[in-house]
């Protein structure tokens, strides 16, 4: 075969465009401190993580500087390319070989907050501490600065330098503190992270073959319209964007007014539907729901959102009937999406398996009734008339 039989023909892409979750170079929300001494930025790190890991999941980034130490520690000296250690209250990682950046934001995917030694790592926004004993250093690393979010002046320092001025045209709009107000700048992050919290999207899973119903159960009318729209209307008023998953060549039987995403992972049920709208949408939180939940109402879905907790996997209700979250009511946050793909990669397609063993929020439902779903024919005779009694209760 000749060197010309490789070529493409001109516009063919040759891999397949995907949508790229919005991290740096550990994680989505991550800022590098540069410009003071090594040892203030630790500080800094200490106070910030301190205060904020109440709440979220904070990481800290740095080098060694133990340039003397030349020895691997461990069995890495003996060849060994990883060693795991469970130190009781924290658990410890070697590795041997080069981390490459792709496994190192696997690393973090689970991180709110990334802070950055920026004197040795970078990161995709940047916090600046103006020192003139570090003004030689910072002016080394002037084109670095492209995205500066806070400006922190130390004790010598009274003004922002020229070099960086003129190395940041738009200087005036970004905010200064003083590098010791630690409660402003704590403050600062924390509206960061407020302020980039998910949007929260819904998705309505009807792309089951309903086979042990006999009929489509997204299609069946139990609230004057089928219950795939019903369902889906109810999550418009706290979602985003809602979307109806179908399997592929369903969405010609759904309603335009619906968006659909349609299953790119097939064969894998409801699992697929949830990777399929990661991939849409990566850096969306999806509120995934199945459609075969008659008694589901909006005061149960609004309080699933109310006590949405961003910082977790997902946010999921507790099932009475199984004594496990409930994975197909339940908030699965953009931190999931490389939890979900890691457990397909062993073999594993149970979105209720991922969430018993990650790091969730688990919640009762206000009316447990809500959660009953309808597979059979029986079932589906016993929720009529739960129906049918709610619906007298109402009027009388």
């Not at 738009?170 to 403050?187: F, G, N, Y």
Request: glycine fraction near 6%.
């Amino acid at each position: 075969m000749t060197l010309k039989d490789h070529n493409q023909p001109s516009g063919h892409r040759k891999h397949a465009k995907l949508a790229r979750p919005s991290t740096g170079n550990f994680g989505r929300n991550e800022w590098a401190i540069v410009g003071g001494p090594c040892t203030v930025i630790k500080l800094l790190a200490d106070d910030v993580v301190r205060s904020l890991s109440p709440v979220y999941k904070c990481a800290y980034v740095d080098m060694s500087h133990n340039d003397d130490i030349t020895l691997l520690p461990g069995r890495l000296v003996s060849g060994a390319s990883l060693e795991y250690t469970d130190q009781v209250n924290y658990q410890q990682f070697n590795y041997q070989n080069l981390v490459f950046p792709y496994q190192l934001k696997q690393q973090f995917s689970s991180a709110d907050l990334v802070l950055v030694n920026g004197n040795h790592q970078q990161a995709k926004a940047q916090v600046v501490i103006i020192d003139i004993n570090k003004k030689a250093s910072l002016q080394k690393r002037t084109d670095q600065l492209d995205n500066v979010q806070l400006f922190l002046l130390a004790d010598n320092a009274g003004e922002i330098p020229d070099f960086i001025q003129e190395a940041i045209p738009h200087w005036q709009q970004i905010p200064v503190l003083k590098v010791d107000d630690r409660e402003k700048i704590v403050a600062f992050f924390e509206a960061a992270l407020k302020q980039t919290r998910p949007v929260l999207n819904g998705l309505v899973l009807a792309g089951g073959k309903s086979t042990r119903m006999g009929f489509d159960k997204g299609a069946a009318n139990w609230h004057g319209k089928q219950q795939r729209y019903y369902m889906a209307d109810l999550l418009k008023s706290f979602c985003k964007e809602v979307y109806i998953s179908g399997r592929p060549g369903q969405q010609q039987e759904i309603d335009p007014a619906y968006p659909v995403i349609e299953d790119t992972f097939t064969g894998l049920g409801p699992y697929g539907a949830i990777l399929s709208a990661f991939r849409e949408q990566p850096d969306a939180a999806w509120l995934v729901i199945a459609c075969d939940l008659p008694l589901m109402d909006d005061s149960t879905l609004r309080n699933l959102a109310a006590w949405r907790n961003s910082s977790s996997v997902a946010t999921a209700y507790h099932s009475p009937v199984t004594n496990f979250p409930e994975p197909l009511i339940a908030i699965w946050e953009p931190k999931s999406y490389p939890v979900l793909l890691s457990f397909l990669a062993q073999g594993y397609s149970c979105p209720r398996k991922v969430l018993i063993n990650s790091d969730i929020t688990l919640l009762n439902a206000p009316h447990e009734e809500a959660l009953t779903n309808v597979n059979t024919p029986e079932e589906l005779e016993k929720v009529k008339s739960m129906i049918h009694n709610k619906i007298v209760a109402t009027n009388e």
